[in-house]
């Protein structure tokens, strides 16, 4: 992160307040870039083994729908919570 806030101070006449603003927004962003990856591909990996298990016994389809979709409750949360951390960051 050295090396971007190098190429904000050299990119324009910022304040040092406005420099810091932009580095903690940047930072912010892209630690929630990073925390949007895993729940990504988790909810990825529930739904196609879901569909899956849906494809090899159809009968228990209701079953594996529901325990499905609170898998994905369950994964989202995590995205979520990357999103309150970047709120945090981002305003703190």
Request: proline share 2%; aromatic share 10%.
């Given at each position: 992160?050295?090396?971007?806030?190098?190429?904000?101070?050299?990119?324009?006449?910022?304040?040092?307040?406005?420099?810091?603003?932009?580095?903690?927004?940047?930072?912010?962003?892209?630690?929630?870039?990073?925390?949007?990856?895993?729940?990504?591909?988790?909810?990825?990996?529930?739904?196609?083994k879901s569909v899956?298990?849906?494809?090899r016994q159809p009968e228990a389809a209701g079953m594996v729908r529901t325990t499905m979709f609170l898998g994905i409750a369950f994964t989202e949360a995590l995205a979520l919570i990357g999103f309150v951390v970047f709120i945090l960051l981002k305003f703190a």
């Amino acid at each position: 992160m050295e090396a971007f806030s190098i190429l904000v101070q050299q990119a324009s006449g910022f304040t040092a307040d406005e420099q810091k603003s932009i580095e903690a927004a940047s930072t912010a962003g892209f630690a929630y870039g990073l925390a949007a990856i895993g729940p990504a591909l988790g909810i990825g990996y529930l739904v196609g083994k879901s569909v899956e298990a849906m494809a090899r016994q159809p009968e228990a389809a209701g079953m594996v729908r529901t325990t499905m979709f609170l898998g994905i409750a369950f994964t989202e949360a995590l995205a979520l919570i990357g999103f309150v951390v970047f709120i945090l960051l981002k305003f703190a």
